[in-house]
Structure formats: structure tokens, C-alpha cells
């Protein structure tokens, strides 16, 4: 596993990688920071590299077109969550209870929630853009700040 630090906008922030792809963008003192990391060796790799040139573009208004390669470490049911959350475009949201009925029509916004929060690779999988049903800024890992700072860069939040 290789990390890299990346100085954003909204704090720092921790970038790592393994062999097959990107598995974490966390910032600092978020919850679950640097989850399942394990013996990690700070090194740019080319993956880490484009996932700086991806948030730089990213941080300066602009929508990144192609996400770099990414290892999802999860359960099969967040894996699938992240699958959704990868479908938001650029500046919509959704709400917990879309992506549960998405899902299942007997699934809980609570269940999706919990795999939402959960999201290793914070902004490139858009866990952001989602929202509650009252279109509520619920919850989110890095802070509803820096929630609210996010979906103002897509122009969604004022």
C-alpha cells in the first residue's frame, strides 16, 4: 500500500493505493481516516499522481471526465452502494431513500446510509451529493462543512 498527502482546499488530505488501483481519499480527522490501511510506504505511484491532477481539477470548479483506476474494499452491498453513488452526475444529488429503492424496494435509507458513510474514496465516489429526503445535508465523514463546500464547487449549495 502507497500513501501520498494532498493539500486541498478544504485541509489536507491522504490518498493511497495499492497495486491494482486507488482504495482511500480521506481527510484528516475524518471519521474512519486511513481505514484498512496497513503498513503503508509514502511513494507516488501513477495513480496517486492522476488522483492529484483529478482533485486539481476537481478543486478549481472544473468537472474531471475519466476517474483513475480504483480497488473498492468493501462488503458486496457497499461495493454496490458505490456503484450508485458513481452514477450521480457532476452537480445533482440523491437522496438515501433514491439509491435504497434503486437497490430494493423493501430497502432502508438507513442501510444505504450506513455503506454511504462508510465510502473509502471520499469526492471521486460522490458519497457528496447525497442527501436527505427533506434535501437536509445529513450526515457526512469529512463534516457537513465540508459537504456544504463541495457541492457549492458543483454549483449545487449555496
Known sequence: MYIQYYDSPLGKMLLAADEIGLIGVWFENQKYYADGLIDP????TAVLKETKEW????????????????????TKFQKKVWQLLLKIP?????????????????MSAQAVGSAVGHNKISILIPCHRVIGSNSSLTGYAGGIEKKEKLLEIEGIYE
Open 41 to 44: 510506504v509514502e511513494k507516488e
Open 55 to 74: 482533485l486539481n481539477l476537481y478543486f478549481s470548479g472544473n468537472e474531471p471526465k475519466v476517474l483513475p483506476k480504483m480497488h473498492l474494499i468493501g
Open 90 to 106: 457532476y452537480g445533482k444529488t440523491m437522496t438515501y431513500k433514491d439509491i435504497a429503492r434503486m437497490i430494493s424496494p423493501s
